[in-house]
């Protein structure tokens, strides 16, 4: 029973000292490469890319002949030094693809060119000048020219007096903004209408007060143009002739029904204009005494 005892410890001590020297011969049996492939891919400085891979076997199948199998043989000898060359041809692929891509953004960002490469055509938008006959044409570039005598011969030949520009604006309309008298007087008589409006909802009434135009304006007038008429904005011709300063078409057209208290589209009678448009001139003074202190039976 001694004796047994004895070979245990003994046994013991033995393992003791075993188990730490197994364990570093262990260590130092994982430090080193264990296999060829291993020391390979340690001592080759190339990143381990296909090369280090082989390429996967294809499965038999019925239908392959030894002519396939024949094809594929050469592929699976080369060296592995050549699957690292490829590698540049892919990144330059994908280099092109990102170089690609702004063409494609702009492409997107352009509705026109998107239009067109699927097949969509363009329209040019009807103009609202319809064609000139040969009167009217000659009539539109005497009143630009100023010459009331080409004005009279352009009326006599026929010429239709609510044709419009490219504007929407008839020639009494231009006469106006021309500032010419005679020529919106020969038009008007003739039978322009002054209350027709243009592309900017303007008619040579509205225009007329705004000018300070008092004769044509008195003759818009006695000739029955709408005084209530409204630009874009919900000014009537009192409106626009109070926020322009234009003393002597008020006092006109305060001698008519229009209202004094119209308020446009900004909440703005004529006296607000004159007011704040008119910034303390002195006909800005004046306009404002007269908005207050005088009505249509009042001057």
């Known amino acids: 029973m001694a004796l047994h005892s004895g070979l245990s410890a003994q046994r013991r001590g033995i393992a003791l000292i075993a188990l730490p020297l197994a364990a570093a ?12 492939q291993a020391q390979e891919a340690v001592s080759d400085p ?10 996967p076997k294809a499965t038999p199948s019925l239908g392959n002949s030894p002519a ?27 280099t092109s693809s990102v170089a690609e891509t702004p063409k494609s953004s702009e492409t997107s960002l352009s509705p026109l060119a998107t239009g067109a490469k699927t097949g969509a055509s363009l329209k040019a938008l009807p103009s609202s000048a319809a064609p000139m006959s040969k009167a009217t044409a000659q009539l539109f570039a005497a009143v630009n020219a100023g010459k009331p005598k080409g004005v009279k011969a ?6 239709d007096l609510s044709a419009k520009d490219e504007s929407g604006r008839t020639a009494l309309m231009r006469a106006v903004i021309k500032k010419n008298p005679a020529i919106a007087k020969e038009l008007f008589e003739a039978g322009a209408d002054p209350d027709v409006k243009d592309d900017f909802y303007e008619s040579a009434f509205l225009r007329a ?12 007038i006695d000739g029955g143009a709408d005084i209530t008429a409204v630009n874009r904005m919900g000014g009537t011709a009192l409106t626009v002739a109070s926020e ?4 002597q078409a008020v006092r006109h057209l305060l001698r008519t029904d229009i209202p004094v208290d119209h308020v446009n589209d900004l909440g703005w009678t004529a006296l607000h204009e004159t007011i704040v448009l008119g910034q303390g001139t002195n006909n800005a ?3 404002a005494r007269l908005l207050i202190t005088n009505g249509p039976t009042r001057i």
């Open 68 to 94: 396939s199998s024949r094809g594929q043989q050469p592929a699976s000898s080369q060296p592995s030094t050549i699957a690292p060359t490829k590698a540049p041809s892919s990144t330059a692929a994908k």
């Open 285 to 287: 003074i004046t306009i």
């Open 46 to 55: 190339v990143p381990a890319t296909s090369s280090s891979i082989s390429p």
């Open 154 to 159: 352009a009326i006599k030949n026929g010429a």
């Open 209 to 220: 007060s705004a000018n300070g135009q008092v004769a044509t304006l008195k003759l818009f």
């Open 244 to 247: 322009n300063g234009q003393v």
């Open 25 to 36: 011969i262990g260590v130092c049996t994982g430090c080193a490469p264990s296999s060829p």
